[in-house]
């Protein structure tokens, strides 16, 4: 044993408190390769220990994914914008930004003969616009189109509720809409002008909105007719379209309209980008069109029909002059008529040309038809002895003339003077061995003459008249064809018939325009007009010594055609006339034909009159007047000299 005790056992007696160790926290283990702990007789205060986070790197990775995924889908897009997409995002850039505007084609002038204006076009604008721009995203404001309209409605003469729904369309993506057609150009400096004051207002006052910024004009033109009524029949007009819409201005819409072209540009607040540029398609203007009509004649013409046709309260009535050898027409006039400038005042049953579009029984003025046939066929001659008696029975019907008189000792001259039915009937029924072959000749002269086809002038409305084919002729068409009734034609193909007489027996097809003057100022003649020979030349002068008798013998029914110095051929007609409303005879047609020089025909005129119910309904009282005051007027306008040569003054009657 050792001499030294063995160490003490230290017990631990009460010492100093341990503070509660707090809920949850966890108490430390010695782990391996601690230092151990000192113990020593008193306690000691814990040791504090830096706090130890955990790796940062799974936040860095899981960032760096996200902006990858990011990124990508930016490239992604990218992508898709400048290389999959590119030329639809391009378009749709190119269409917001450009605006393309038509560039109206100047539509050519139509003339006269003279080249005296007619229809002219002047400076007009389209009032346009383009909705998008009126929309609360572009105005701030929900109630941009009303506002719109509210200002334009008054300058423009619209319904406010009509432009604004054009100002807010239903398709919602339409860019362009055309708010008022060829006003006149103060009308778009009214609205100019209203812009520049709410743009200048709008950059001082905040509250001002621009909501005229989406109008535009387009470079239009507006059809002017400087002669207000003159030749409106003739000449047509123009629809809002921009289109003709009646007479040459229709017929010859392509030559006259010409060609649109267009401008490109960049727009920003309604206004174009000068730096940006513009593509311009430029517009090829329209053909001028010369027609044959002489401003002078033709008003003359007007002038004449249109006091009958008022003195004599008629429905309506018609005149043409035409020039004898070149087929020519001079003049056509109509009465009523209408103002081209103003059509909203315009009858819409006068809008058309009623000389080419009423189709009538032409009466006493045909009967030179059948006479040509009789001298053609060498049935008779102008001094063939013709017994007309008081009345005459064919098929069904008695028939009786205009008069009533005792048995009448004519000539067939003086058949043709005293306008007698039965004696035409009598002459005609000659043309063959039998009454259906007598027929079938007369409709074979007739053709020729024109009726029943279209005059050749290709006139909008145009009617060929009603000639039934000789074997549907009914009982008593057999014998009211030969003096006019039971057929029907047009006032242009009546005065073709004299014109055909007066050129020696050749039709020449009826022109009404000389030419056409491109933009280069070349002109182009018409197409010559086709001739037909229809008659003889002797058998053509022979009517025109005939027709004579009818103006000059005492016992005519035209002597108030006479012109002093001038031998006058003409004929006389009153028919019987149907009602386009009712279908029945009621009322007249009167009128009168003929030509002058009688021996040397320059000029013919044909007047038509359609039911007078003031006055005499005779076309000798109320149409010969007119013929003699338009031809007298034309010789001298054209300086058509008499000629000095004496009539025949073949015989009219005979002692039997």
């Not at 300058?155 to 406010?160: F, N, Y």
């Not at 002269?445 to 009617?463: D, M, N, Q, V």
């Not at 020696?504 to 280069?520: I, S």
């Amino acid at each position: 044993m050792s001499d030294r005790e063995p160490p003490r056992r230290r017990v631990p007696g009460p010492g100093p408190a341990k503070p509660p160790r707090p809920r949850g926290a966890v108490r430390r283990q010695p782990g391996p390769g601690a230092r151990p702990v000192r113990r020593s007789g008193g306690a000691r205060p814990p040791v504090s220990r830096p706090l130890r986070l955990g790796s940062p790197r799974p936040r860095l990775r899981l960032v760096s994914l996200a902006l990858t995924l990011v990124l990508l889908a930016f490239v992604v897009r990218l992508l898709q914008v400048q290389a999959v997409d590119a030329s639809s995002y391009t378009a749709r850039a190119e269409q917001n930004r450009y605006v393309v505007h038509t560039l109206a084609a100047e539509r050519g002038e139509i003339t006269d003969r003279n080249g005296v204006a007619l229809a002219v076009s002047e400076d007009a604008y389209d009032i346009t616009a383009d909705p998008t721009m009126f929309g609360r995203a572009q105005l701030k404001i929900s109630d941009g189109p009303e506002k719109a309209a509210a200002l334009l409605a008054p300058i423009l003469g619209q319904d406010q509720a009509a432009l604004v729904r054009k100002l807010r369309p239903a398709n919602k993506n339409s860019r362009y809409t055309r708010l008022a057609a060829r006003q006149t150009p103060q009308v778009w400096k009214q609205i100019k002008d209203l812009k520049t004051a709410l743009t200048t207002k709008s950059e001082t006052d905040h509250t001002t909105v621009n909501v005229l910024a989406g109008v535009f004009a387009d470079p239009s033109s507006q059809r002017v007719y400087p002669n207000g009524d003159l030749a409106a029949g003739i000449l047509g007009w123009v629809n809002a379209d921009g289109q003709g819409g009646g007479g040459i201005e229709q017929e010859l819409d392509k030559q006259l309209s010409g060609k649109d072209g267009k401008v490109r540009y960049a727009q920003a607040g309604g206004r174009q980008v000068p730096t940006a540029g513009s593509t311009e398609t430029p517009a090829v203007p329209g053909s001028d069109v010369e027609l044959t009509i002489d401003r002078d004649i033709q008003w003359a013409a007007q002038d004449a029909i249109s006091e009958q046709v008022r003195k004599s309260k008629a429905d309506r009535g018609y005149v043409i002059v035409q020039d004898t050898r070149t087929g020519q027409i001079l003049a056509m006039a109509n009465s009523p008529g209408f103002d081209p400038n103003d059509l909203s005042k315009a009858d819409g049953d006068a809008m058309g040309n009623a000389a080419v579009q009423d189709a009538y029984e032409p009466g006493s003025t045909a009967k030179v038809m059948s006479m040509a046939a009789v001298l053609e066929r060498n049935v008779a001659t102008p001094l063939t002895h013709v017994v007309v008696p008081n009345r005459l029975h064919r098929g069904d019907r008695l028939f009786q003339d205009d008069v009533d008189h005792a048995t009448w000792n004519l000539t067939l001259n003086g058949v043709l003077a005293k306008s007698s039915n039965i004696g035409t009937i009598l002459a005609t029924g000659e043309l063959g061995k039998t009454q259906p072959e007598a027929n079938k000749v007369l409709y074979s002269y007739l053709r020729k003459f024109g009726i029943g086809s279209p005059t050749g002038l290709g006139f909008p409305g145009e009617t060929a008249g009603i000639l039934a084919p000789p074997q549907k002729w009914s009982t008593s068409q057999q014998y009211t064809i030969p003096f006019g009734q039971g057929f029907s034609i047009n006032a242009m193909q009546a005065a073709s018939v004299y014109s055909t007489i007066a050129n020696g027996g050749v039709r020449v097809q009826p022109t009404l325009v000389r030419g056409t003057k491109g933009a280069d100022g070349s002109f182009a003649p018409a197409p010559k007009p086709e001739q037909t020979r229809v008659v003889s030349e002797k058998t053509a002068k022979s009517l025109a010594q005939m027709l004579e008798s009818v103006v000059d013998d005492g016992q005519g029914t035209g002597i108030k055609a006479r012109i002093p110095g001038y031998r006058v051929a003409g004929k006389t007609g009153t028919a019987n006339r149907v009602d386009p409303v009712t279908g029945r005879y009621r009322g007249y047609t009167s009128s009168f034909a003929g030509f002058a020089p009688a021996d040397n025909p320059r000029i013919t005129v044909y007047c038509a009159i359609q039911n007078a119910t003031s006055g005499s309904y005779f076309g000798g009282q109320i149409c010969a007047p007119i013929y003699k005051q338009v031809m007298e007027f034309a010789l001298k306008t054209l300086q058509v000299p008499p000629t000095g040569a004496k009539a025949a003054n073949l015989p009219v009657d005979y002692k039997p």
